[in-house]
């Protein structure tokens, strides 16, 4: 019961229209959510860690950033993701301890400012795939971001956005005081929004990039760093689908990492959406043994006792 | 030598010009800052938090949000003192980790998203003092904000400007975090910007309030809560002068908060400048016994040391 435990929060616990919404509508949004976790703290998941996406509010961040460039110089990307994780875990630190007293619990709800380790060497950095910010019209507007040395895709029917470079996770850098304040008893937010991508170039300190790392892949990764037994994405679908929305649709159970794996090989997953959902969990139950899982939020209970979502487990020769 | 110190490091820490400047610009100034901290804790003061101000990058956050309002929600005062904790304290725990490892020091630096509760009630929020943002010139823009019920004062040649309240810090709400880090033997940064300030209605979560609470006031309170031995205000003069900017002008070396309140009556310390620096260590002195400092950032192992800056003692009959 009070096996360490790590959970990835999609963006729909904070947005579910896909849009930041204003202060009260993030927190209200959150509130729920804490709702959720605080019963799974009451149940006895107390060794506990939550990761969460941050697209929508750094996108409003980024938009900010433009329309005021003129005025005061706008701070890099990673500055931007810093700033989410700060109005995010003061959100969750604020209503997770409140849903936790109300249930008789204090314990103090710790969100820790999270850098992670990205190689300048990744090949993300020579091919930008990650969408971010809002989709632009405006040919000036274009051309100017351009200019401005941004990479930029078009999406048919909705038009041009930003795209910046997702490298991989190499390492937690503040993962010693995660260790630490949980070993304290402290529920701990970390992560967020992917953690800020930071390099280390050796002869100085170690600096951000214009980067953002996948919040899932950062969440495996720190499950696998602090020796978690279980690594759970909490999202608004029941669980991991093949043949999704088809006639044939499954939502899989219980399933192996050499059985997930192929029906990633196939084509299964939507990237950007499921696909990076999937690659998180597999790699770590590959890696650290644990077991993984994807569920909807309001079935964390049921899918941790092993009663709802995709459980991936270590197949017999794992 | 390992007796608790909280340091309070002035704006001028992390911009001198009085304008945020740049991200590498602040990064800059803080890495200079931080140097001066590592060799502090290399001469083993290294039971240690700190503290900072965040005026001008407050400011270009409020900015942001002013220009991007009909675009995306703006967020609030409190949000905003939120992300300014996490892009100083991001930046904090980079260069102060590098340069103590510069000197052979692993330590872990941990910035704590840090809330600080104000009463509703306190007079603060009738009388709103504290300038914050841009000079605003344009009437148009004056009656608009006017309209959205900002208080504004004229500042004389300059323009007017918006103020916010100021309320007394209360209890810091994450000393819970900041001890057990501190227990551990992490290096915290808290209460950046005077701390999130936040009220308790009884009836529902702890949530942010518009008001800014002033940073050194902020970082007396906790370091009384946490036991300090000692609390520094570091800043760009050498100390606490009387009869400042007059031929009769003289350096405070060592001063009872007796004889410090005298001065405090008689007018002696600029408002919004010298005189909450000299309030915030007069309190601490007199609340817990330990001492108090003002000095200049360059000076502080000198002022560690009792041969630099104003240091603020019990009175005899303290």
Chains 1, 2 share one sequence.
């Not at 971001?145 to 048919?156: F, H, I, M, S």
């Not at 690659?279 to 569920?295: I, K, L, N």
Request: overall charge negative.
């Amino acid at each position: 019961m009070s096996e360490r435990t790590v959970i990835a929060l999609g963006g729909n616990a904070i947005s579910p229209a896909g849009k930041a919404g204003t202060a009260p509508e993030q927190t209200a949004n959150l509130h729920r959510a804490m709702a959720q976790v605080a019963e799974l703290v009451a149940e006895g998941y107390t060794d506990l860690v939550l990761t969460h996406g941050n697209g929508p509010q750094v996108g409003n961040v980024l938009i900010k950033n433009d329309l005021a460039r003129d005025v005061v110089p706008p701070v890099p990307l990673d500055w931007c993701v810093a700033q989410t994780q700060a109005t995010i875990g003061f959100t969750i630190a604020n209503t997770l301890s409140f849903e936790l007293q109300q249930r008789g619990i204090e314990r103090p709800v710790v969100p820790v400012v999270s850098r992670v380790l990205v190689s300048r060497d990744d090949p993300a950095f020579q091919e930008p795939t990650k969408p971010i910010g809002p989709y632009l019209n405006d040919p000036v507007e274009i051309a100017r971001r351009r200019d401005a040395g941004e990479d930029l895709v078009e999406v048919e029917g909705r038009g041009w956005r930003r795209v910046v470079p997702s490298p991989r996770p190499l390492a937690c850098v503040d993962r010693p005081a995660v260790d630490l304040l949980l070993a304290d008893g402290a529920i701990v937010i970390a992560n967020g929004g992917g953690g800020i991508p930071v390099v280390d170039d050796g002869d100085g300190p170690l600096h951000g990039i214009e980067a953002v790392i996948d919040k899932d892949l950062a969440g495996s990764l720190l499950a696998k760093e602090i020796g978690a037994a279980t690594f759970a994405i909490l999202t608004d679908v029941p669980g991991v689908a093949v043949a999704y929305g088809t006639p044939d649709q499954r939502w899989l159970e219980e399933v192996s990492v050499e059985e997930l794996r192929g029906y990633e090989v196939a084509g299964e997953f939507t990237v950007g959406s499921m696909a990076p959902k999937v690659a998180a969990v597999r790699e770590f139950v590959d890696r650290s043994g644990g077991r993984g899982m994807v569920a909807a939020l309001d079935d964390a209970r049921d899918a941790l006792h092993g009663t709802a979502g995709t459980r991936v487990i270590r197949g017999h020769d794992g």
